[in-house]
């Protein structure tokens, strides 16, 4: 089993007006894995998310790094967050430099990095999310899906070992969201903990190795999205099942049980994949 990079134990946060955003709430997150965070409007993702690099410090309960319970010095803070990149929902909220090139620096700098390593690390960071013809534009010129690149160029700039996104698809068009998808992979590839907040089921179900549901700031569910995601209780949760296995499920009741090869599909494509291979061999001379 893989170990633990972040938990959550007994964790509840209370907000200054009252607002109970967090509720003994206790999970892991596996080193190495591509975790999706779901969850109602009010489930506490965001909450969730602010704890993980010690923005905000629970009411009660612990947060671990790596089994060690967090440092809330700022010294320890500091390295906690060169640790764990934290992307906002909104990228507006993150950029506030004039040019890219500037926003990406602003990290690396703070670290006191010499000048050559941090030109290093902003061109590795801004080539890793498709951005580097862009590093001299100006912020505000910038597409929504752009500044989001960026945002995400910012925290790469930092090498975390963690990158956590606020709904990182939210605002995006199809494109856009398939660019970023591939930008995820990338990062997961070489070796990077990525964790996700998103209401894409279809998304969860097809990219994410473990699935964590919120309700009301407490854990519900947490497993394999294959899995989970098809439970009732998180279905009357979320509201819904993702379509791929909704469109599996009825394609059995005519006889078409992809699951018979021992192949279950988790994307569009692979759904269409597996459809085709099954038609091309029933209809075998």
């Keep these: 089993m893989t170990a633990a990079i972040l938990s959550l134990t007994n964790v509840s946060y209370r907000y200054p007006d009252g607002t109970s955003a967090l509720d003994n709430c206790s999970l892991t997150v596996a080193r190495g ?9 009010g489930a506490g993702k965001t909450t969730l998310f602010l704890h993980l690099n010690g923005i905000l410090r629970p009411s009660s309960g612990q947060v671990r790094w790596e ?8 010294s320890e803070l500091r390295k906690l967050r060169s640790r764990v990149g934290l992307v906002f929902q909104n990228p507006d909220s993150q950029l506030f430099s ?22 290093e690390r902003v061109e590795e960071a801004l080539h890793a999310v498709g951005m580097t013809d862009s590093a001299d534009k100006p912020v505000h010129n910038l597409s929504y899906g752009q500044k989001k690149r960026v945002c995400i160029a910012g ?5 975390p070992e963690v990158v956590v996104l606020d709904e990182p698809m939210a605002g995006l068009d199809i494109t856009m969201q398939e ?12 070796g990077m903990t ?3 907040a998103t209401h894409d089921l279809d998304f969860a179900y097809g990219w994410a190795d473990e699935a964590i549901i919120l309700q009301s700031g407490r854990l519900l569910a947490h497993g394999v999205p294959a899995k989970i995601l098809l439970q009732q209780d998180v279905r009357n949760e979320l509201g819904a099942a993702p379509l791929v296995a909704e469109i599996s499920s009825q394609l059995s009741l005519i006889g078409i049980d992809l699951r018979d090869k021992g192949y279950l599909p988790r994307s569009k494509s692979e759904l269409l994949t597996a459809l085709g291979a099954h038609i091309r061999q029933e209809t075998k001379p």
Excluded at 155 to 159: F, G, H, I, K, P
């Design 33 to 41: 894995s591509r975790t999706a965070v779901l969850g109602t409007n």
């Design 67 to 74: 089994g060690t319970p967090l440092d809330y010095g700022r």
């Design 179 to 190: 660019e970023l998808t591939t930008v995820l992979e990338r990062l997961h590839a070489a």
């Design 194 to 196: 990525i964790i996700v």
């Design 98 to 119: 004039a040019s890219v090139r500037e926003d990406v620096s602003f990290g690396p700098m703070n670290l006191g990095l010499s000048e050559k390593i941090v030109r």
């Design 155 to 159: 925290v790469l700039a930092m090498q």
